[in-house]
């Protein structure tokens, strides 16, 4: 079975797509994530490893 990338994102909170999408398709690290979205550091780092075990279980 085959999940195509924009299905399995759009399957994401928006907050967590958001934070991954910024990492993984823009390049950020989670100190830019963190300023770019106006969060803790620390709420980054979290959204980041959250969406990747989202992933992780959906793929």
Known sequence: MTVERPVVLASLPDLTRQ???LAYFNGRTYQQIAIEL???AG???????AGLRELAAVL
């Open 38 to 40: 106006g969060i803790p």
């Open 43 to 49: 709420t980054a780092k979290s959204r980041l490893r």
């Open 19 to 21: 934070a991954l999408e």
